[in-house]
């Protein structure tokens, strides 16, 4: 079975994230086009020059799948998965950040988010890196020269945080090309900043996952936060009947099993959400919210119990809901 990873977590986003509030069409104008196998959208006030914007976005969009797409054979990213160990290995100064921030999160959450995991999830068909097993986070040294690997099996698979910092970047362009308020998605990721032109809050909505009655759960503000939500209602596959989810638990080297069907982060930054998004769901309705509320994490997990659902919000994720 061969499952296209990139297809199944770009649909989690926008199973799970929405707008809530439709854009009144005096006030803002969309554009967008395609992202990670998925799509993006700029909601922005009109007179902006939308042309200029356009191409912008859609060039760093593309210029963080070149580098970090494990699904393009010469990206960046595959040809450090190929280059031996005992040696620094130069980074582009996109890539150095990456992987910054993706260590970083590794030690927070203890290996519950893990950029070496590439070969399980090739493992159970939702990724194309293929090798050894998981060696973990510990066989690489990120250092000013770059990236040195203590194994030369060790591999890196970015896709739980390159599309949360594709949005940073395009949040980014937006903030100094003068665009003062934005809404920005990126498979079903999404950014706002300042106020709507119609002076209210941006505003999104949270679905009600893995139910009947889908729906919006809360819907929350944004303004200056990103917003990201991994899940496993839509995603994952089945072996003999016993369905699984595309979200795969380092430490167990298989699919996560939870109770948990979504869990959705805010955070300033959208790469550092995103990251944290898959670690809390692969932490669970315990260790997940636990770890969530000993280190100021602002999160909504969306807990199965019975024929409902049971919430559990963490940090300062209350202040943000409307609804």
Known sequence: MQINRRDLITSA????????????AAAVRSIG???FGSYWRATLPVGADFAYLSK????VLDQVDQQMSPFKPASD????NAAKGGIWLPLTPDLHAVVAESLAIARLTGGAFDPTVGPVVGRFGFGPIKGAARLGFGALDLGPEGLKK?????TLDLCGIAKGYAL???ADLLRDAGISTFMLEAGGEVYAHGLHPDGRTWQVGIERPGLPDTGFQRIITLDGLALATSGQSANGGQINGVGFSHIIDPGLARPV?????SVSVLAPMASTADALATA??????????????RQGISALFLAKTGDGLREIMTGLFSRHVVI
């Open 56 to 59: 912008g976005l859609q060039g």
């Open 150 to 154: 203590a194994d030369p099996r060790a």
């Open 280 to 293: 809390l769901m692969v932490l669970g309705p315990v260790d997940g919210p636990a770890l969530a509320n």
């Open 13 to 24: 986003g926008l199973a799970l994230l929405g707008s809530a509030l439709p854009a009144r």
């Open 33 to 35: 086009g395609a992202a």
């Open 257 to 261: 099993v939870s109770d948990v069907l």
């Open 168 to 170: 940073d970047r395009m």
């Open 77 to 80: 990213l595959m040809r450090l």
